[in-house]
């Protein structure tokens, strides 16, 4: 690598430190060629990133921020997955294939200056996604006013049913 590609590659990767809200570390030694392209073909559709990673760049980027903790877990040949968008999709991506392909694992994660474990990376992946997280918010919003109308509409329904059972007493009296 000379020297352009390399500041070209920390660049990058300084960016992805600062903008992304969580990154997952993945071993991938040993994975063919075609699951890696399937792999990265899954972190796409789900707005993720993956990139092999030399250590001693991510090393670098690192020291002196609050991601520093992740040294930690650089040893041996690294990947990271990351969202810019959604911090728990890298890591459902990942705990998939965790469980689908052999040689794929979880080397632990990152979250907002707290290092994950394997275990913590799986518990990442069971958060909701914004997107469900905007659903929950808008339902929350809407039940109030649901609520108001079904409440406002109750008395005058239990009142023309009060006098739909008058008008059929009395049209059973009359008969």
Same mark, same amino acid.
């Given at each position: 690598m000379n020297r352009v590609q390399k500041d070209a590659q920390l660049e990058y990767l300084k960016d992805v430190i600062n903008v992304a809200p969580s990154l997952v570390l993945i071993d991938f030694k040993g994975i063919n060629v075609e699951t890696i392209t399937r792999i990265r073909r899954e972190f796409r559709e789900a707005n993720c990133e993956y990139k092999v990673i030399k250590n001693t760049l991510l090393a670098h980027v690192v020291k002196g921020t609050k991601a520093e903790v992740i040294n930690e877990l650089l040893h041996g040949p690294i990947a990271i997955a990351y969202s810019k968008e959604d911090p728990a999709a890298p890591a459902r991506v990942s705990v998939k294939f965790a469980k689908e392909v052999d040689k794929f694992r979880i080397h632990g994660g990152y979250v907002d200056g707290v290092v994950l474990d394997d275990k913590g990376v799986e518990a990442l992946s069971k958060m909701p996604s914004k997107k469900e997280l905007q659903g929950m918010l808008l339902a929350t919003m809407l039940a109030v006013p649901q609520g108001m109308l079904k409440l406002m509409l109750a008395a005058p329904q239990?009142? +023309? +049913?009060? +006098?739909?059972?008058?008008?059929n007493k009395m049209d059973e009296n009359n008969s």
């Open positions: 239990r009142m +023309l +049913l009060v +006098l739909n059972a008058k008008k």
